[in-house]
């Protein structure tokens, strides 16, 4: 017979499962007469003391009735001592019904026959009390309290015989016991004893041959394919080692077959990685610079032999690079990198290089985590071309705001001088031209306030404020504005807000110029509210309508430079307000945005770090 892993298991579990069957089945006969003692000492002892302890508490409560009759209390006497005679006759049937032991009988009839003298007794000492009450007395010393004495003491030794057995049958039962906790306790020893050896011959039987596989399988490991198997059994193992010794041979063919083609591969991707002008660095799962190109080395100023291999931080030496790294390992996604925070810049002696960069991690094609690459752009000439334009935007506004200025003076003392020497169609467009004026040079101021923003000129005054500060001098501006245009303008403060570290000014300018936008996109009858919660360690501060909202094709470009809502043709702005509280919301470390759905409204929310 061929003995498979599954029959010596079987086998082996077995043989246990009988030993145990057979300690339990020898535990429940000793506890079967265990339990047996117990119901004798219950069933033929118990009764008969519970039975002899209420028939001595009713007859003395009968004596205590007869006093009472004999003191003059004859209906609460008799009363008394009726119903406990019904007591007493109740259990003595019942201690008739339960004589076990060996002399209880002549006990129970010595009771029997006493009581019925007592009864008597009690008749006859009613007509002498009636008679004669100190003759009663008499009698009831002489005659009544012996016979009641006589049942009573009846009553004890019927208590005391069925107790001494009682005692007894405990002690036959501990005996029980104790021989059944020995022979529980031989018998458990012993089926575990034979358990524990099966059990050790059966693992040696299973672990020997796994233990041969698990040697060959870290021979593989290490790279030695010539190893072979036989665990010299017929089992399932011993068809498992031969198995594993095939395939130990068809991966020796497979590596010496794709070796070559490998090589191939790995210097394919490597001349892919090269011929990029973008630098990248490849790390595999425990942070090691597993690949690098040229433009990667020059813009780091490292030397390629000398990255492989090490930590990134060792080859980087970016504490910020590396924990996007660590994220996108971590996560299995690319790292969210905040907006305008993807720069990384390298000091190269008085110069500096920007770099955009990117992470992105590496699957394998099961969908494990292999590795993460990180892409490095060079983007110092856009930096250099940003800084032009702003600095150009600036000096060209700076140079037109004073013939702005000259021009407005003009237009407005021409307006002044020669109003009654104009017609209707001269005074029309000089006011047109004043208008004009007005919003160049609110273009202009704008420009130049965004352009110092940008280029970090403009001053902020930080301070400890109060959020319900900044609600109301926003509300006070735009407040009458509000009422003419009929749309209600409220505010709410949810809680116990903290202080805010902001520049008041440039907050409330911020908060004026969402509600005029809001105003501006609301219809009659339409409502606005400001409202501010925290949020952590920020407060976030918003500002909803129910007005036209913004279409989702134009949200996403909304806090741009010159870009417009479209849809309302009598909305005028330069376009550049959105882009101001952006920037000014920045420089306060805090970010806006804004959530629309077309047709429903628009909330814009920022938000201020919380004052320490």
């Known amino acids: 017979m061929v003995w498979t892993?599954?029959?010596k298991i079987l086998v082996g579990y077995g043989i246990g499962l009988a030993l145990m069957v057979l300690a339990v089945a020898w535990a429940f006969v000793s506890l079967r007469n265990l339990g047996q003692a117990s119901d004798e000492i219950l069933s033929e002892n118990y009764k008969s003391i519970l039975a002899a302890e209420n028939m001595i508490d009713a007859i003395e409560r009968q004596d205590s009735a007869t006093l009472l009759v004999m003191l003059g209390?004859?209906?609460?006497?008799?009363?008394?001592?009726r119903k406990n005679e019904s007591q007493f006759l109740q259990w003595l049937g019942r201690a008739k019904d339960n004589i076990t032991i060996e002399g209880e009988d002549k006990i129970v009839a010595t009771i029997d026959t006493g009581y019925s003298s007592y009864l008597v007794n009690f008749s006859e000492l009613r007509q002498v009390h009636q008679a004669d009450q100190q003759e009663a007395a008499v009698f009831y010393h002489e005659t009544v309290l012996p016979s009641f004495e006589s049942v009573r003491d009846a009553c004890i030794r019927l208590r005391e015989i069925n107790s001494e057995t009682m005692f007894e049958a405990s002690a036959r039962a501990r005996h029980v016991a104790g021989r059944g906790i020995w022979s529980v306790a031989t018998i458990s020893a012993a089926a575990l004893a034979i358990a524990v050896g099966f059990s050790l011959l059966l693992s040696n039987l299973i672990t020997r041959p796994l233990r041969q596989i698990m040697q060959a399988v870290q021979e593989v490991a290490e790279g030695n394919y010539d190893v072979e198997v036989s665990t010299g059994s017929s089992d399932e193992f011993g068809h498992l080692g031969r198995e594993f010794s095939a395939m130990v041979r068809k991966l020796k063919s497979y590596r010496d077959l794709d070796l070559g083609r490998i090589l191939a591969e790995k210097g394919k991707s490597e001349a892919v990685i090269g011929?990029?002008?973008?630098?990248?660095?490849?790390?595999?799962?425990e942070f090691k610079v597993t690949d690098v190109?040229?433009?990667?080395?020059?813009?780091?100023?490292?030397?390629?032999?000398?990255?492989?291999?090490?930590?990134?931080?060792?080859?980087?030496?970016?504490?910020?690079?590396f924990n996007y790294v660590k994220e996108a390992a971590q996560s299995g996604q690319p790292p969210q990198v905040g907006?305008?925070?993807?720069?990384?810049?390298?000091?190269?002696?008085?110069?500096?290089?920007?770099?955009?960069?990117?992470v992105a991690p590496v699957h394998a094609k099961g969908g494990s985590m292999v590795g993460v690459v990180l892409v490095l752009r060079d983007v110092t000439k856009l930096k250099e071309v940003d800084r032009l334009k702003s600095e150009f935007v600036m000096t060209a506004s700076h140079e037109l705001r004073t013939p702005l200025t000259s021009m407005g003076m003009s237009v407005d003392?021409?307006?002044?001088?020669?109003?009654?020497?104009?017609?209707?169609?001269?005074?029309?467009?000089?006011?047109?031209?004043?208008?004009?004026?007005?919003?160049?040079?609110?273009?202009?101021?704008?420009?130049?306030d965004l352009s110092k923003i940008e280029a970090g000129k403009m001053e902020m005054e930080f301070d400890r404020v109060a959020v319900a500060?900044?609600?109301?001098?926003a509300t006070a501006v735009l407040k009458t504005q509000a009422g003419e245009q009929s749309v209600e303008l409220a505010s709410d403060l949810e809680g116990e807000l903290p202080d805010v570290k902001a520049d008041a000014n440039k907050i409330t300018w911020v908060l004026t110029n969402l509600i005029s936008n809001a105003l501006r996109y609301t219809d009659s009858g339409g409502h606005i509210r400001i409202?501010?919660?925290r949020v952590g360690p920020h407060v976030h501060i918003s500002v909803s309508d129910d007005g036209g909202g913004i279409p989702y094709e134009a949200q996403s470009r909304i806090f741009e430079k010159f870009v417009q809502v479209p849809g309302r043709s009598d909305a005028k702005g330069s376009g550049l307000g959105l882009a101001l509280c952006k920037e000014i919301v920045r420089a306060h470390r805090g970010t806006i945005w804004v959530d629309s759905v077309p047709g429903e409204g628009s909330t814009f929310t920022f938000t201020l770090p919380v004052a320490d």
């Open 531 to 533: 409202c501010a919660q």
């Open 5 to 7: 892993l599954r029959k």
């Open 339 to 358: 907006e305008g925070k993807d720069i990384f810049t390298v000091q190269e002696g008085e110069a500096q290089r920007h770099y955009q960069f990117s």
């Open 413 to 448: 003392l021409v307006l002044e001088s020669a109003m009654g020497k104009l017609n209707e169609k001269e005074r029309e467009l000089l006011s047109a031209a004043q208008e004009d004026l007005q919003r160049l040079k609110a273009l202009v101021n704008d420009l130049l």
């Open 469 to 473: 500060t900044l609600f109301e001098k």
């Open 293 to 321: 190109n040229r433009a990667a080395t020059q813009a780091l100023g490292i030397d390629p032999a000398d990255a492989q291999e090490r930590h990134f931080l060792e080859v980087v030496k970016s504490e910020e690079l």
């Open 275 to 285: 011929s990029i002008d973008d630098g990248i660095v490849v790390v595999d799962a």
């Open 73 to 81: 209390y004859h209906e609460e006497g008799l009363k008394q001592y």
